[in-house]
């Protein structure tokens, strides 16, 4: 005798099989076609998605564009995807950080055109201008700590970044940017040194300490 279970008893077990799946088996069905799989995976990991641009792009607009091209490259490559980790994220990383790339190069064409074009300095958006206030306001929180990440080199501040501000392993990290996991950890280790070494040298964390017991 076959049991038939009720429609929305169907639905909710195809809902929690398809939610318990894991990334590489939710890319492969949505590959092959599955919107249900798709949704899951993008609900999964579009919030972390979402952090990352945040603290990287220069307006809410910009925020959306690299969000949502992220997911629309992930979905058109998801029949490539080899799982290094347990989880998506730091392939998704790693495609985040390729389009911010090419929209900070876009950005940065786009203002040299409309200054060549107009012969003035460029005007700011209100978003642009709250975006920058808040820079302003934090480095002027923590300016030698600024200083520190600013000596760091590309390669080791991204590292860093991944790992202190997203919450990546090393190992993710070094998925996110297609080195080897040693490589990542070598310069996750230098970025740690580095900045230690210039905070000690002045005095900063002292002052980073009694600011934050300060604010509690």
């Not at 909710?12 to 590489?24: E, I, K, M, Q």
């Not at 996110?176 to 580095?194: C, H």
Request: proline content about 4%.
């Amino acid at each position: 005798m076959q049991l038939v279970l009720p429609t929305r008893n169907r639905t909710s077990v195809h809902n929690h099989l398809v939610a318990n799946r894991s990334d590489a088996e939710l890319l492969r069905a949505s590959s092959a076609g599955s919107s249900d799989a798709y949704s899951v995976f993008f609900r999964r990991h579009v919030s972390s998605i979402t952090k990352y641009a945040v603290r990287r792009c220069t307006n809410p607009d910009d925020v959306a564009d690299l969000v949502g091209d992220c997911f629309l490259v992930a979905l058109q490559a998801a029949h490539k995807y080899v799982p290094e980790t347990d989880t998506a994220l730091p392939w998704l990383f790693g495609i985040s950080r390729r389009l911010l790339s090419k929209q900070r190069m876009r950005y940065a064409g786009n203002r040299r055109l409309e200054v060549k074009a107009s012969n003035a300095l460029p005007h700011y958006s209100e978003a642009e201008d709250n975006e920058i206030a808040a820079a302003i306001d934090a480095s002027r929180q923590a300016p030698a700590l600024e200083e520190a990440l600013a000596r760091l080199s590309r390669s080791e501040r991204d590292v860093l970044e991944l790992v202190a501000y997203d919450g990546a392993s090393p190992s993710e990290a070094a998925v996110a940017l297609d080195i080897t996991p040693n490589a990542a950890r070598l310069r996750l280790s230098r970025a740690r040194r580095s900045v230690r070494a210039h905070l000690d040298s002045t005095g900063a964390i002292g002052r980073l300490v009694e600011g934050a017991e300060y604010a509690r």
